[in-house]
């Protein structure tokens, strides 16, 4: 099949131009017209000058597109290098390897306590921690674990997100101080009589901090797997009612409530399962005016991997969590504390302005592009990837960009065409929104810089690839 593949391409190179050139931008888009999808496309090359567009200065919804801005301004804001501390103190003393007082947690913002950047294994800070609380003489803790909140505001979400959202690992709470990307991970097996119930375990350690009202049945094997999960609004409570056919194993990782209490209540069960002994109670606080640093003894700490490695993950992965857990980092930083997503737009928006960007038709909710209410231009999207050519941290920025048909949410895409491995950009999608930026290199040599937007389709998603990825080939032949 991949050789046959290769073999059209090799006979569509070989045709007459006046053949390949016959179609044009807009009959690509009329035949794209019964999807019911608004359009807007913006082409231009490395020099800024836009050689072809439809509809480019109409608003559209950009989706997760909106990352391209957001993790842009980071870089510019923080720089590459920035690295997150998360520190652990003690106000109390130690007598025979106990301490008598509080634990409080410091958190600084670091979306990455989980096992994503340490080989999976997901107790890798807490492991770092414990040995250094050991290293310290502490054994036991007579007080409660506290979490120190005060980095960001206590605003969890972004204006514009939809509740329905909020169950699952995509619309998790946004807290200084976070665990396991603020989700925990829930497996299903099948494995019972029909009409039995599944059998459920999650990580960490079935832990109690989460209920799960299992009302799911297992049905016949040539049934279709029926989803049926949501979270209770406000609590750490989630109904169960899939049906699942027999052997079927689901994986799914639900948000928590109140993450800072997470953290700290999966950090308890973890030191006692090492041996620690614990009275806490999880309290939290928001603030530090309780615990003044002149009394506090800084016991443990964890410093993260470069900000560079997590836009990549970011951009690549399109993770909403971490979005915005850097927008809210980025506005603590240059604002100051407490950080927030209204000042963390607002230094993005600065940063657009900064870069020449008309900011007067870029409309921002949150980070991540998963608000209602976002909106933008193909035009900009595009004039920005010219312009942030000349940033000096764009080698960063166009590294956290999907290689088509290699990785992150393009890696299943463009396969068998001149686009694979050749474009390089970011994917968006939110109910009725596709859209889809970045770079490639044409047949002649040139590079061409896109922005793609379908808003407002009804139906599946793969129509619009489809339609995307055929005018990406036509101005790879075109230019």
Avoid: C
Wanted: aromatic letters at 12%; proline letters at 3%.
């Amino acid at each position: 099949m991949t050789l046959l593949i290769r073999s059209f391409w090799v006979f569509l190179l070989l045709l007459p131009a006046d053949f390949l050139l016959a179609q044009n931008l807009e009959s690509i888009l009329k035949k794209g017209e019964s999807t019911g999808a608004f359009w807007s496309v913006s082409v231009r090359d490395v020099n800024g000058v836009q050689i072809e567009e439809y509809q480019s200065n109409h608003l559209i919804i950009p989706a997760s597109n909106q990352k391209l801005f957001t993790t842009a301004a980071v870089l510019d804001g923080l720089g590459g290098d920035y690295r997150y501390t998360t520190r652990v103190l003690a106000d109390g003393a130690i007598r025979d390897s106990i301490l008598i007082g509080d634990l409080i947690i410091r958190g600084s913002g670091d979306p990455s306590i989980s096992g994503i950047f340490y080989d999976d294994e997901r107790e890798f800070v807490f492991t770092s921690l414990a040995k250094q609380l050991q290293k310290s003489g502490i054994r036991g803790i007579q007080g409660n674990i506290v979490a120190d909140v005060s980095f960001f505001d206590d605003q969890p979400f972004p204006k514009g997100w939809d509740w329905e959202d909020l169950s699952f690992y995509y619309g998790v709470e946004i807290n200084p101080l976070s665990f396991n990307n603020n989700a925990v991970d829930l497996t299903v097996i099948a494995d019972g009589p029909i009409g039995g119930k599944p059998i459920i375990s999650w990580w960490p350690y079935n832990t109690d901090y989460v209920t799960f009202h299992n009302r799911q049945h297992i049905v016949e094997k040539h049934r279709k797997y029926d989803e049926d999960y949501l979270k209770y609004l406000g609590k750490n409570e989630y109904h169960l009612g899939s049906d699942l056919p027999q052997g079927y194993v689901e994986e799914e990782a639900f948000a928590v409530s109140e993450a800072h209490q997470y953290f700290i209540h999966s950090f308890d069960l973890f030191l006692k399962k090492n041996g620690f002994r614990t009275t806490s109670t999880f309290d939290a606080i928001l603030s530090t005016q309780e615990y003044s640093d002149k009394n506090l003894t800084e016991v443990a700490s964890h410093t993260s991997v470069p900000l560079s490695e997590m836009v990549i993950w970011a951009n690549k992965e399109s993770d909403n969590f971490y979005t915005e857990m850097l927008l809210k980092t980025l506005a603590a930083e240059r604002q100051g504390l407490p950080g927030s997503f209204d000042a963390g737009i607002k230094e993005v928006r600065r940063f657009l302005g900064e870069l020449g960007i008309d900011t007067t038709y870029v409309n921002m909710r949150d980070g991540s592009g998963m608000a209602s209410g976002n909106f933008t231009k193909t035009s900009i999207l595009s004039d920005f990837l010219v312009k942030i050519q000349q940033h000096s941290e764009f080698p960063t920025f166009f590294k956290s960009l999907s290689v088509a048909g290699i990785d992150g949410t393009i890696a299943h895409r463009m396969k068998g065409t001149p686009l694979y491995r050749n474009f390089r950009g970011k994917s968006g999608y939110v109910a009725g929104v596709r859209t889809l930026g970045g770079f490639f290199e044409t047949a002649s040599g040139d590079t061409l810089i896109v922005s793609l937007a379908a808003n407002n389709f009804i139906g599946k998603v793969r129509p619009i690839d489809a339609i995307h990825e055929e005018i990406l080939q036509y101005l790879y032949q075109s230019y």
